[in-house]
């Protein structure tokens, strides 16, 4: 009998449990739903996750924790529904007329005037309730030490213990009481009978065996809060009054319902090892030799870990990435894949070509795949998966407002909702604000796993998306030091949890290769530090890196090299000196025309080149220089051209310059104008390089799309790969000149240290550099800290240092403010205190500026007014007030710029969404940027005029705010 759970009890208990309530009825569909209730509903859910979501990896540790197998289910059910102890108390119970009336007419009083208006939240409350009766069932310190904070936390922030005590120590606000004692402690064995724990003391029998590691405690805790979340969800859990209907039955019919109609699910499951035929059957072709060499390494690992991939651009690291995802994920029990790109434009191509990848992996795994940026609202193939899928996505957090406090008049919202909502794909509850990574596949950019490692609200959902993944993070080296910070703080977690990391790069310095490993291992270790270590360098290239814990915690180490699947380029480097600004009497057309000439000589004969700038505004002037020279051969590719036209000229020109095709023929003379976008995951192929100089790495990088492709004709002037470097200018016996803009952004000490191998190799007998062979070496020497500049230039050299070096320890102080975990703490053996200090809830720009340290940006939609009337940038005309049909959605987004950072201040201040888009689901948040009829607008002191050809053109003004 149901009413059996109560017979060790006074009979007054009952009724205090069937008055104590959870959710009001304002917030559970009209009738209030009792506090057991919704504790039960929650662990019906947490059964759910596990039964239908959580990776096998987390399953066998959860059976471990429990002390054997089979035991872990129970136990994580248990650890979710408890969550919400802290609301069986006269703080929380005062905060709804009506739920307070009923617990009062039940017997359970207290003094209103000491609760009436006390701020003490009820997850703060619970903690300090469930510590005591862990302690009174005879729990070790030990175990209640990191079970308290997933209580504590699951709004968010995890306090210290110093905070678990309320306002002026006012016991009135917990239930100090006798009844109130007993009231809590027959609601917590109650719950835990119904859970499926038995005896005389049942929460002595939940106790477990094992204390996990701090990344597992919160990986626990964010999925106590998506447990949480998914119950509270008023469509699927409407109140629940009468106490006799409030079992664990009732509550799981509930929990599968929801889930059943949330449309939720895991990932591919249990994986069978991938035999040597899935690389063809996953993309139609064999495996180069430095693919087969990463899945040998893979093969050979002992256990999860790290994996450093270095290899010549073109070579097909990320196709070996996700062989090497696959075959991790079935050795170690891992259930999806995150994939982290260097940039928005990056991650877009992406998340194409993963999802093609799942599509062979099982039948629907492509439409599980999340696409992760702040910007993924301008992907037309995302916004494509989520057509159809009815209204609910335009307040897709709208049903879960009872997870907050703030409707009972508490200040501090625990669930403050998801900004700009949308539809589907993969299920809509991943859609959600913070909620992306528990996605079963997920491809963003790279801050998706930086966020991750910072000290932020509800940083625990984004851990229990990563933890159970394999974690991909490609182009690595484009992390500068403040975000490197980040990304060895996550790297310390992950190693800590055991999740398999692979990570690419074209190549990196190797003290840069020795902190990743390092941190990875630390993080193994649970240590604040690394052991000492002795990496072994790479012997070829290209080579694979990979690092594990093994028995006793010892690490364990294994470097391959191979050969990349083409011979060596013999690149020729020219220089192409550029005279200061003041020596050319501040004309600046004097280098565009020295560049002119310069192609004039070399595509005589025809020819395709590439000329890549350090900044937009050099672009747009070199570009109207070679057009004058070479009028419609020219094209121009930079970040402020509005989506339509960068889409349409970044794929015109890929379809030009890309890999030779049946049918296709390659113009016969071509220039592409372009900023850094050509750095990375630009598969064009050029005869010519000309390039602003830029550190080591990326000008290395630049030279990756020379000579690209095999089949290529090409004029005979052209026939060897050249690269002429510009943007400085050498004196004979003192350093050089360098742009200082290009010094702005890359700094003096890394340019002149390559301006130096720059000049050696341009004085050498015509032999340049052997790409990709030489390109470890050439990274090596440019970021070591040897000899490598003309004794001329030492002592600039030695002071362009001192102020690299103490810009670096300035960005990696700034960096450490927000970090995860302080210094000193790594080795805490649990989450107690980890928000102390926290920074709380930030919007999506918020977090980009918080993991890249950099001058903030914005993006505008620009909009033509015209007369009265507005018009998208298509010409396509709007409505009176700028209202977008859903037909025109497309052509109202292919308007969007990134504007430049001095003007984001301005573009805050200023600028808003047209009156007609307040309510639209998409376009509610956006800025509009509205251009008269000539394309000119005035922001601030700034005069703005967007050209067809030349893209956002800013004059004028100064740094504004």
Same mark, same amino acid.
């Given at each position: 009998m149901v009413e059996d759970r109560f017979r060790d009890y006074p009979p007054e208990v009952r009724g205090w449990l069937g008055a104590l309530w959870g959710k009001s009825a304002g917030r559970a569909g009209g009738t209030v739903n009792l506090l057991l209730s919704h504790m039960l509903d929650t662990a019906a859910v947490a059964e759910v996750v596990w039964d239908r979501y959580l990776p096998q990896v987390t399953r066998r540790r959860l059976d471990a924790l429990a002390g054997s197998a089979g035991n872990g289910r129970r136990l994580f059910a248990w650890l979710c529904g408890i969550h919400d102890l802290g609301k069986a108390t006269p703080v929380f119970q005062h905060l709804d007329a009506a739920g307070e009336a009923a617990v009062r007419q039940a017997g359970l009083t207290w003094d209103k005037y000491a609760v009436k208006g006390a701020s003490w939240r009820h997850d703060k409350a619970g903690a300090r309730v469930l510590r005591a009766l862990l302690a009174e069932a005879k729990w070790s310190e030990e175990q209640v030490g990191w079970v308290w904070p997933l209580v504590a936390g699951h709004h968010g922030l995890i306090p210290t213990i110093g905070q678990l005590s309320p306002p002026k120590r006012n016991e009135k606000l917990q239930g100090h009481s006798r009844p109130w004692k007993l009231a809590q402690l027959a609601l917590v064995e109650v719950f835990t009978r119904e859970v499926g724990y038995d005896g005389a003391s049942p929460l002595s029998a939940v106790e477990p065996a094992l204390v996990p590691s701090r990344a597992m405690q919160l990986q626990l805790a964010g999925f106590v809060v998506m447990a949480d979340w998914i119950a509270s969800d008023e469509r699927h859990f409407t109140g629940v009054s009468d106490l006799s209907k409030v079992t664990m039955p009732h509550a799981r019919q509930r929990a599968a319902t929801a889930w059943s109609k949330l449309e939720l699910r895991g990932g591919w499951g249990a994986l069978t090892v991938p035999g040597p035929e899935a690389f063809r059957d996953r993309f139609g072709h064999g495996t180069r030799p430095s693919q087969e060499l990463v899945l040998d390494v893979v093969r050979r690992m002992g256990g999860p870990g790290l994996v450093i991939v270095e290899a010549p651009m073109g070579e097909g690291k990320t196709k070996a990435a996700l062989a090497a995802a696959e075959l991790l994920a079935a050795r170690h029990g891992a259930d999806g894949v995150f994939l982290g790109m260097p940039t928005q434009a990056?991650?877009?191509?992406?998340?194409?070509?993963?999802?093609?990848?799942?599509?062979?992996?099982?039948?629907?795994?492509?439409?599980?795949?999340?696409?992760?940026?702040?910007? &993924?609202?301008?992907?037309?193939?995302?916004?494509?998966?989520?057509?159809?899928?009815?209204?609910?996505?335009?307040?897709?957090?709208?049903?879960?407002?009872?997870?907050?406090?703030?409707?009972?008049?508490?200040?501090?919202?625990?669930?403050?909702?998801?900004?700009?909502?949308?539809?589907?794909?993969?299920?809509?509850?991943?859609?959600?604000?913070?909620?992306?990574?528990?996605?079963?596949?997920?491809?963003?950019?790279?801050?998706?796993?930086?966020?991750?490692?910072?000290?932020?609200?509800?940083?625990?959902?984004?851990?229990?998306?990563?933890?159970?993944?394999?974690?991909?993070?490609?182009?690595?080296?484009?992390?500068?030091?403040?975000?490197?910070?980040?990304?060895?703080?996550?790297?310390?977690?992950?190693?800590?949890?055991?999740?398999?990391?692979?990570?690419?790069?074209?190549?990196?310095?190797?003290?840069?290769?020795? &902190?990743?490993?390092?941190?990875?291992?630390?993080?193994?270790?649970?240590?604040?530090?690394?052991?000492?270590?002795?990496?072994?360098?790479?012997?070829?290239?290209?080579?694979?890196?990979?690092?594990?814990?093994?028995?006793?915690?010892?690490?364990?180490?294994?470097?391959?090299?191979?050969?990349?699947?083409?011979?060596?380029?013999?690149?020729?480097?020219?220089?192409?000196?550029?005279?200061?600004?003041?020596? &050319?009497?501040?004309?600046?057309?004097?280098?565009?025309?020295?560049?002119?000439?310069?192609?004039?000589?070399?595509?005589?004969?025809?020819?395709?080149?590439?000329?890549? &700038?350090?900044?937009?505004?050099?672009?747009?002037?070199?570009?109207?220089?070679?057009?004058?020279?070479?009028?419609?051969?020219?094209?121009?590719l930079h970040g402020r051209l509005h989506a339509g036209h960068r889409a349409d000229r970044t794929q015109e020109v890929l379809s030009l310059l890309g890999p030779p095709r049946e049918g296709h023929e390659r113009p016969e003379r071509l220039i592409v104008v372009a900023t850094q976008l050509a750095e990375q995951s630009f598969d064009v192929d050029a005869d010519l390089l000309i390039t602003d100089l830029a550190p080591i790495d990326l000008l290395l990088q630049r030279i990756g799309r020379l000579h690209r492709h095999e089949g290529v004709r090409r004029p005979h002037r052209l026939s060897r790969p050249t690269v002429v470097v510009t943007g400085l200018h050498l004196h004979d016996g003192e350093a050089p000149h360098i742009l200082g803009a290009s010094e702005k952004i890359y700094g003096r000490c890394l340019l002149l240290r390559t301006a130096a191998e720059i000049e050696r190799a341009a004085k050498d007998s015509g032999d340049g550099w052997r790409i990709p062979g030489q390109v470890p070496d050439l990274v090596a020497r440019v970021y070591g800290t040897g000899a490598v500049v003309p004794e001329a230039w030492a002592e600039a050299e030695a002071q362009a240092r001192r102020d690299w070096e103490e810009r670096q320890a300035e960005r990696r102080e700034k960096a450490a403010q927000f970090l995860l975990t302080r210094a000193g703490e790594h080795g805490e053996p649990t989450l107690a205190g980890l928000h102390f200090g926290a920074h709380g809830k930030l919007t999506e720009g918020q977090f980009e500026a918080l993991v890249r340290d950099g001058d903030r940006s914005a993006e505008a939609v620009l909009v033509r007014r015209i007369g009265d009337g507005f018009h998208a940038m298509t010409g396509r005309k709007l409505g009176p007030n700028g209202e977008v049909a859903a037909e025109l959605l497309d052509d109202v987004l292919t308007g969007t710029v990134r504007l430049p950072a001095k003007l984001t201040a301005a573009a805050e201040q200023a600028l808003g969404p047209l009156p007609g888009w307040r309510d639209h689901p998409w376009l509610r948040y956006g800025l509009a940027l509205e251009l008269d009829e000539h394309g000119e607008a005035t922001l601030a002191d700034f005069h703005l005029r967007y050209d067809e050809d030349l893209g956002l053109v800013v004059s004028g003004g100064r740094h504004y705010g």
């Open positions: 990056t991650a877009d191509p992406m998340f194409t070509q993963v999802r093609s990848w799942l599509r062979r992996v099982g039948d629907g795994l492509e439409d599980q795949v999340a696409l992760l940026h702040g910007k &993924r609202v301008f992907n037309k193939e995302w916004r494509g998966l989520l057509e159809g899928a009815g209204e609910w996505g335009q307040g897709a957090d709208d049903p879960f407002s009872s997870v907050g406090e703030d409707e009972y008049g508490m200040s501090n919202a625990g669930f403050d909702g998801c900004g700009a909502a949308e539809r589907r794909a993969p299920a809509e509850w991943f859609l959600g604000r913070r909620r992306g990574l528990l996605s079963p596949f997920a491809v963003g950019t790279i801050d998706q796993l930086l966020y991750a490692a910072t000290r932020t609200k509800h940083v625990m959902l984004r851990m229990a998306g990563l933890v159970g993944k394999v974690v991909i993070l490609d182009e690595v080296h484009a992390a500068d030091v403040y975000m490197s910070q980040f990304l060895l703080e996550g790297l310390w977690w992950l190693g800590q949890a055991g999740v398999p990391v692979v990570l690419l790069s074209a190549t990196l310095p190797p003290e840069q290769r020795h &902190r990743l490993v390092a941190a990875y291992l630390a993080g193994a270790r649970s240590a604040e530090e690394p052991a000492a270590l002795e990496l072994p360098e790479p012997q070829g290239y290209p080579s694979v890196t990979a690092a594990w814990s093994g028995r006793e915690g010892r690490p364990e180490l294994l470097v391959e090299s191979g050969e990349s699947w083409r011979g060596d380029l013999r690149v020729r480097v020219e220089l192409l000196n550029e005279a200061p600004v003041a020596a &050319r009497n501040d004309d600046p057309g004097a280098a565009d025309a020295a560049v002119a000439d310069c192609l004039k000589d070399r595509l005589a004969d025809g020819g395709c080149a590439l000329v890549i &700038r350090n900044t937009v505004a050099r672009a747009q002037s070199t570009f109207e220089a070679l057009e004058k020279e070479f009028g419609s051969d020219v094209r121009l």
